[in-house]
């Protein structure tokens, strides 16, 4: 526990300088008790072809974190990310957060005690929605997503609250983030189900929390089924590429069938407005999930919404 470690903590930004401002500003104000407060690098990627995040790194100034800026001309969340590990090389651990969150004051803290107390090389912390009050919607619960125990083995991570140890970017290079779903999304499942095959085990910490900002906009049905819609796409891509047998792949194909049986009734005949909507979000998840059987991907990165 009482090694100082050096740590990149990395944020892909895309045209969101205010949420970028509140981001760093926290990300200065971290608290450790648990561990050794650690060598910190802020690296900040701009994929925002009109540089918007330079004004933002240009007035800001912190007398405690080196903080470094890199435009990323190359449209796609891959590339930022990836981008970011390179300028990161050298650190013990990479962390990632995105620009529309803020952590915790002990995020950082309890993400590094998990990697010591599990030994875990990839640790995975909740990302918890903030939603706009009054939101006037009916599905914000639909957000929220699942936690578990600290020490929970999980099968894939997201890219919004995580950290990798040094080791595990070694054995993965030179493809981190696959370009291939540096549009539609994904990057990060695909990224961390190869991660897993190849021996890392992705860690859960409970207590490593992170908010994620919610704009009214991803409160709304259509967004609320692109997004499960996409997800169960790019899913089922990965698992095709990583899991191609003919066992597998059929389980996949019947799993968005049920998907879209299930979720039919339950948007014609749920019993309120909620449950409706549930019905409608697995029907979108079964079309994604087939779509990606016959080549179709969705795009998702710098959409409106964001």
Not at 106 to 113: F, G, N, P, S, V
Request: aromatic share 10%.
């Amino acid at each position: 526990m009482n090694r100082r470690y050096k740590i990149a903590v990395c944020v892909a930004t895309y045209r969101r300088p205010a949420q970028l401002l509140r981001l760093l500003n926290a990300l200065c104000a971290l608290d450790f008790h648990a561990v050794v407060e650690p060598e910190i690098e802020i690296i900040v990627v701009d994929n925002d072809p009109d540089s918007s995040a330079s004004s933002v790194f240009r007035g800001f100034r912190s007398s405690r974190f080196r903080i470094s800026y890199h435009p990323e001309p190359r449209r796609g969340i891959s590339y930022a990310r990836n981008t970011a590990i390179t300028h990161g090389n050298g650190s013990d651990l990479v962390a990632f957060i995105d620009d529309d969150e803020y952590p915790s004051r002990t995020w950082l803290d309890a993400l590094i005690a998990a990697h010591l107390e599990f030994n875990a090389p990839i640790v995975a912390g909740p990302v918890v929605p903030i939603v706009p009050q009054p939101s006037g919607s009916d599905f914000a619960m639909l957000l929220r997503r699942l936690r578990h125990p600290s020490g929970t083995q999980l099968q894939s991570a997201g890219a919004g609250n995580v950290l990798i140890s040094a080791r595990v970017l070694r054995a993965m290079s030179p493809t981190w983030f696959d370009p291939r779903f540096a549009i539609s999304g994904g990057e990060d499942t695909h990224f961390f189900r190869r991660c897993l095959a190849a021996g890392f085990p992705i860690v859960w910490a409970d207590d490593a929390i992170v908010y994620e900002t919610v704009p009214a906009a991803r409160l709304a049905p259509p967004y609320l089924r692109a997004r499960a819609r996409n997800g169960a796409n790019h899913w089922t891509r990965v698992e095709m590429e990583l899991h191609p047998s003919l066992l597998n792949l059929s389980r996949r194909f019947a799993a968005g069938i049920a998907r879209i049986f299930e979720g039919t009734l339950e948007k014609y005949f749920g019993g309120n407005v909620e449950d409706r909507m549930r019905g409608d979000l697995r029907l979108a998840e079964g079309i994604g999930n087939l779509y990606a059987f016959f080549g179709g991907t969705y795009e998702m990165y710098g959409a409106s919404e964001r």
